[in-house]
């Protein structure tokens, strides 16, 4: 989809603690130069995406309000006040000006203590507010209705034509929604089965149940899957829970009350209301666990490249061509050649890699070793240039070799275990793209 229409998502996931700093999860570490990471909170991301639930408010690191914090201030060392009135002195010796404005005090504080409990014990509607801990006491105002739990089925269902891959025709029934949150399975695939934190892509059809118009679709013209780490709350529940246990290549029924999808505040440049209960058809397109890995028949790099062994799930074993020049310029070879769409700039790709110094092969970095796939938007900025060049044009599916000059990764400066003006070498395996 193009940056004008809305679409579920644009935010990608973060780190469930919202403690890490993205730049240390990037190949190599923060990218070098005279540039600043502005790190947004994934809850910012997902409600500017438009795609969050509504009234979620952002919190920060360890799930508290920071502005609801009490501040307490306070000291063990007495101000010595001076003055002509006596308040340099300790008590008794407070000065006849001191005793003076003290019973005045006395006085008053005695005439406000009656007038609270004339107050309280006429039982006036006003004496809750002369009760101090009233607020504290106070149940909290939840912010969103609680989601519903799943079902399969209700009274009335939308009916739905169509094959998977292509856009869907949905029509909408002339009876109301009940209100149940509907994850019907029309047609099941026999991929790969989307579990908690899996990275899922999907394609999707979807309409107002209220009003029966349209809403933006990932089939539109211009329109890009939906890619996503599934049950990590970066969408609303009608994409985020409806995925989890279903496969890849099932074509999805789902009927969202507003508490699936935006809540009481509706989406008002979507014209859906507040009370608005929406259906999507889902096309499962594809579904990898954090490891994943590609598979396929591997052609061996030129001569003049590094080899390359595969370790399945363990970082690549790179083997440094004896007495090779560092290259000036930028060189890829495909060593599996993917089937999958051809990655665009500006979508967001799903990779592992293993990273290795040209010189002597010593590996510095691989997502292999965390046993979670990297994401980042391909000519987005941030990544080195090596990567946001040498990835866009591939095909999903691919494990590509890049030989990066200094140049295009880390320059004079180095990063890490990075040496300055370092020729490097990545093995990336592309899992997924698509709008995120």
Known sequence: MTEKTPSPGGAGTAANDGSADPAASRPGGPVGGDRESIVVPPAILAQQAGWAQPGEAPRAPGGTKTDDAPQIFASNVRKSDTSEAGYDENPPGVGKLGVILGTVIALLLVG?????????KDGSKDSAAAKPDAAKTAPPTPTADPVPPI???AKVLPTVAGDFGKKA???????????????KVLTEGSGAKVEKNSWASVDYTAKDWNTGKDIPSSYDANGKPQI????????IPALDQAVIG???GSRLLVVAPPAAAFGAQGKADMSIGPKDDLIFVIDIRNANAPDSVV???????????PQVKDNGKKPAEITPVAGAKDPTELKSHVLIKGTGPVVAKGEKVVVQYTGALFKDGKVFDSSLSKGQAFTFPVGGGQVIQGWDQGLEG???????????????????????????????????DILDAGQG
């Open 169 to 183: 025709e949905i029509q909408v029934p002339g009876e109301a929604s009940d209100g149940s949150f509907v994850v």
């Open 151 to 153: 079902k399969d089925s």
């Open 246 to 248: 279903k496969k890849a």
């Open 394 to 428: 591939q095909t999903v599916g691919s494990r590509v070799e890049l030989v990066i000059p200094a140049s295009l990764g880390y320059g004079d400066k180095g990063q890490g275990d990075i040496p300055p003006g370092a020729t490097l070498v990545f093995v990336v």
């Open 295 to 305: 598979s396929g028949t591997v052609t061996p790099p030129p001569a003049d490249f």
């Open 228 to 235: 996503f780490q599934a049950g990590t709350d970066s969408l």
């Open 112 to 120: 406000s203590g009656v007038t609270l409990y004339m107050v309280n």
